[in-house]
């Protein structure tokens, strides 16, 4: 699983600090704003999250996702 961490405004890989048109900070700032759909929090900058059938999550989120699932019996 890769993980990726979106560098914030103003810092080196990040998006320009002010509000600008480039398209690269376009898509940054977008994908910053997305919300991650376990705890409906913008994925934002500086924190790791992955991209799963066409979704962004926190990693955390997800990690707590997936243990909730292996500690849970299944019901047959």
């Known amino acids: ?3 990726t961490e ?3 405004p103003g810092a080196v890989f990040g998006p320009c600090k002010e509000p ?3 398209a690269s900070c376009v898509v940054l700032r977008e994908w910053a704003d ?3 759909p376990l705890c409906s929090e913008p994925i934002g900058y500086r924190r790791r999250f992955i991209e799963r059938r066409g979704q962004r999550f926190h990693h955390s989120c ?6 909730e699932r292996v500690q849970t019996p299944a019901l047959f």
């Open 62 to 67: 997800w990690r707590a996702e997936q243990s």
């Open 1 to 3: 699983m890769t993980t």
């Open 6 to 8: 979106l560098a914030k």
């Open 34 to 36: 997305t919300l991650c």
């Open 20 to 22: 600008c048109f480039h």
